[in-house]
């Protein structure tokens, strides 16, 4: 679906494909071998035939827009640069404690008063149906499929704040602007949460062309674990009424999984449930794919709770050896997610995101033999004239010889 062959000939170049998607990659191909801004100069590029197809078919990046919000106009050139290194899923994390930030047009308060603020008290923001529907389609035109996650039953502080009747002493929580994780849940045995549960992901389904649907699911330390269980096993029902597959975070494989469900690895060995059960994974190892973990003890962004991650630790793993029992068939693919707690602009982004994402990307795409950081970190190099001509504000790692 996504591969492609690139002849460059003395008469001609072509690019071959089965499907759209593969011509825009082999685009994307030719376009790293020519310079990275418009010339007057004729250009050589030396004959080659390349054949190409993705090793995995998820390639991904996850935004976190609810510790800060990012407008769409932020979002746009990210995708821009993401797409011409064959990342193929935007994953965007919609709702955690701090900020609910989609439009839900049957539970307005949710984006109204739960997304009116943000980590450290800044104004937040939401996405209207209409705005989401326009970075969806935006995304779509670069090969680029949205991921929208609402996080529950934990990380759900600002729904808590906008409506009392989803809490147990229907009284609504206040807004939340710190960054400790951990003590929010929905309320599992009131039986307006699966109303509120079927209202969103019903409305986030319709605006959706994915076939999936996020749900969280991860560190819900305030619920008990036989609740914690029932309430993923009823929120996948209601994925799939819709229509849906359901992906969580790796802590939903404790529950009794569809093999159509997908179970999303950070930082446990849950997966590896998932993969028992017959469901697939996604590969996210907060040690390696992390994008807010800082690149080195001066790093002023980010956080390190999973350690540091230079370029070549997120370039040098293997999907495969980071869940017990996971092999090609089994994983979907790779992650690499950006928490923002610390991360407020676009510069920000860009700078944990770059040069990182592009290891990650090849990982996802090309097979693992041979790969050596030596050589990695040259072909890298070439790299940066292109990140700058196209304005990305990228960490110039002092291990790549950069051009
Ligand atoms: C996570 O980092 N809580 C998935």
């Known amino acids: 679906a996504e591969g492609y062959v690139l002849t460059i000939a003395p008469e001609a170049i072509c690019i071959h494909a089965n499907r759209p998607a593969g011509i825009f990659y082999g685009a994307q191909t030719l376009l790293q071998l020519v310079p990275p801004t418009p010339t007057r100069e004729p250009i050589a590029i030396r004959a080659a035939t390349i054949r190409d197809v993705p090793r995995f078919e998820w390639r991904g990046m996850m935004l976190d827009v609810a510790r800060h919000f990012f407008k769409v106009a ?42 009116s603020t943000e980590v450290g ?15 969806v389609a935006y995304a779509a035109q670069q090969y680029i499929t949205i991921i929208p996650e609402i996080d529950v039953p934990g990380h759900t502080n600002a729904a808590l704040a906008s409506y009392a009747e989803l809490n147990a002493d229907e009284t609504a929580r206040d807004l939340y602007t710190g960054t400790e994780v951990g003590f929010s849940s929905l309320s599992i045995h009131q039986a307006i949460t699966y109303k509120f549960l079927d209202d969103v992901i ?20 305030s619920t008990a674990h036989d609740a914690y269980l029932y309430l993923i096993e009823r929120v996948q029902e209601i994925v799939r009424a819709h229509g849906k597959r359901m992906i969580g975070w790796e802590e939903i494989a404790q529950a009794k999984l569809l093999p159509t469900s997908i179970a999303q690895h950070w930082c446990a060995d849950f997966a590896a449930q998932a993969i028992r059960q017959g469901a ?12 807010d973990m800082k690149y080195d003890a001066a790093t002023k962004l980010g956080l390190d709770w999973a350690g540091l991650i230079d370029v070549e630790k997120a370039y040098m793993w ?13 994983v979907l693919g790779v992650e690499a997610p950006l928490w923002t707690e610390t991360i407020e602009t676009l510069d920000d982004i860009e700078y944990m995101t770059f040069p990182r994402i592009i290891g990650i990307a090849e990982i996802g795409w090309s097979p693992q033999v041979n790969r050596s950081w030596d050589e990695y970190r040259q072909r890298l190099a070439a790299h940066g004239a292109r990140l700058k001509a196209f304005d990305v504000n990228f960490f110039a790692a002092p291990q790549v010889p950069w051009e």
């Open 74 to 115: 932020d979002v746009k050139p990210l995708i821009d640069n993401l797409a011409r290194y064959k990342i193929n899923r935007l994953h965007l994390h919609l709702s955690d404690d701090q900020g609910w930030r989609i439009e839900i047009k049957s539970w307005e308060r949710l984006a109204k008063h739960g997304g």
């Open 121 to 135: 008290g800044g104004a937040g923001g939401y996405y209207s149906q209409a705005e989401y529907s326009e970075l």
């Open 202 to 221: 019903g409305e986030l389904a319709a605006l959706t062309p994915a076939p999936y649907i996020h749900i969280g699911g991860d560190e819900a330390r």
């Open 280 to 291: 697939r994974v996604i590969v996210s190892p907060s040690t390696r794919a992390y994008l």
């Open 318 to 330: 293997e999907p495969t050896a980071e869940v017990q029992g996971a092999t090609d068939e089994n």
